[in-house]
């Protein structure tokens, strides 16, 4: 059987007359921006909060916060999505958990695959941060107490502003991750960008057309991206550090 | 704050079995997308690193394509795709099942790109002196990379390889877009037939957890030793 190709079905009529195959790509890929990007906030945050915590002298600390990056780290993203989507739900107290269920499905689907993205995605800036504030010369640390600052201004002021500057370059891969693991999202019926993909499969019968489609915008993304983070891994360049080329 | 949820666990013991053979299932995808994703990612390192430019860049190309585009993406499309080519390849009837075969033929595409940067950096971490030695031995470049480089470029990578395993299993979880019972898929299917998604996506979490922590914990002990040694 010979494959008949296709490229001006993208700019066919959809199905249900809501614009042009093209338009669902796009929708799809607006929604894989959007939950990727809001995800990606939530990671920065709660990630360098829980990666400062970890190399925090006290025990009760860094050990939960080492609890925390070990179970989001052993749980596959699947099964964490699936927590936050049926089960968390059901265990919150009534009312909220009613709160979220009265809400558009659209909603509870992004809110869930955005939350669950970001505190994945969080466990594993944390090991950056981790890693960036334990690359500090010893040093640093103690210039910063004997000149009589406090541990948590030592932090605020001397070790951390140094820490996040060495930590962009390995976050560049961390960011293009959230781009690729946000696709795990369409299981729970999200309509993002391989999702919108699936869907023009099972609407036109053109799978290859598609294929390509949604190749190329994940590749499109990883490009920006990459010239996005090489442009702030020069801004943020410490002078006389390794990777200063 | 666990709300008015009643639990109700009494669905897992009599599933047990069914849960056995999905894990079974993920080992098996796990393993051959090892082995798989291994050979053809040490193939991969190597032409890569080839002075043959144009075979230096398809591998490149292969590499970076399947490492920009989503895992997820890859299995759906070998489920809806690759059946159809096999069964006509292979002259099966149609219908047959070969939802197994052919995720874990997307699986060990998809490894293999990873496989192979590990590898490549293992390869690279090898002192240049050892190539040209073997090559004063009278060694051919093929016997020089067999028995000098890669033993080598191997024990240094053990620990990576390792730890990719443990995501890859992890990964393996993703079968389930394409309806195959492996462990989270079984699960879910335990947990949609009783209506007890809550407990079995909780159980399955924590399957996961004690199996992928443990193995962290071996690989990091293994590391350790590695290093003192």
């Not at chain 2, 393993?31 to 190597?46: D, S």
């Amino acid at each position: 059987m010979e494959y008949q190709w296709n490229w001006g079905v993208f700019l066919l009529p959809s199905a249900v007359n809501d614009g042009t195959y093209l338009d669902w790509m796009f929708a799809g890929l607006k929604t894989t921006l959007a939950l990727s990007l809001s995800a990606w906030v939530i990671a920065l945050l709660v990630g360098a909060v829980v990666g400062v915590l970890r190399t925090a002298p006290h025990r009760g600390l860094s050990f939960a916060a080492t609890a925390y990056v070990e179970m989001f780290r052993n749980i596959p993203l699947l099964v964490q999505l699936f927590f936050w989507y049926f089960v968390l739900p059901e265990m919150l107290p009534a009312a909220v958990g009613d709160a979220f269920k009265a809400m558009n499905p659209v909603a509870q689907q992004f809110i869930a695959a955005m939350v669950c993205l970001g505190f994945f995605t969080s466990a594993r800036v944390a090991e950056q941060v981790r890693s960036g504030i334990n690359a500090l010369p010893r040093g640093q640390k103690n210039a910063g107490l004997a000149l009589g600052l406090t541990l948590p201004q030592t932090y605020r002021h001397v070790m951390l502003p140094m820490a996040f500057r060495l930590v962009v370059p390995p976050l560049t891969s961390e960011f293009l991750n959230v781009f690729k693991n946000s696709a795990v999202c369409s299981t729970i019926g999200l309509l993002e960008l391989a999702a919108q993909g699936r869907q023009l499969v099972d609407y036109t019968a053109q799978p290859y057309e598609s294929f390509v489609a949604v190749t190329v915008a994940y590749l499109a993304i990883n490009v920006v991206v990459m010239l996005l983070m090489r442009k702030t891994e020069a801004l943020v360049r410490v002078p006389g550090y390794l990777g200063g080329k | 704050m666990f709300g008015s949820y009643e639990f109700d666990w009494s669905s897992i013991p009599g599933s047990l079995n069914f849960l056995g053979q999905g894990l079974m299932v993920s080992l098996e995808i796990t393993a051959l997308a090892i082995v798989a994703g291994i050979v053809w990612g040490t193939l991969l390192a190597m032409a890569r690193l080839s002075s043959i430019k144009p075979l230096a860049w398809a591998a490149a190309g292969y590499v970076n394509l399947f490492r920009a585009i989503p895992l997820v993406m890859v299995l759906l499309w070998f489920f809806l795709i690759v059946p159809k080519f096999l069964e006509s390849f292979l002259g099966l009837p149609p219908g047959s099942d070969v939802r197994l075969a052919s995720a874990m033929i997307g699986f060990a595409l998809f490894e293999s790109a990873y496989y192979a940067e590990i590898i490549r950096a293992g390869i690279q971490s090898v002192p240049k002196g050892q190539l040209a030695a073997a090559h004063a031995l009278g060694m051919s470049y093929p016997q020089a990379m067999l028995h000098v480089v890669l033993p080598q470029a191997f024990r240094n990578m053990v620990p990576l390889l390792l730890t990719q395993a443990i995501i890859l299993f992890q990964d393996t979880s993703l079968v389930y877009v394409s309806a195959l019972a492996d462990f989270f898929g079984a699960a879910y299917k335990v947990g949609d037939r009783d209506g007890r998604l809550v407990e079995l996506v909780l159980f399955a979490g924590a399957v996961y957890f004690v199996l992928c922590f443990a193995a962290s914990q071996a690989v990091r002990h293994f590391q350790k030793r590695l290093q003192g040694a």
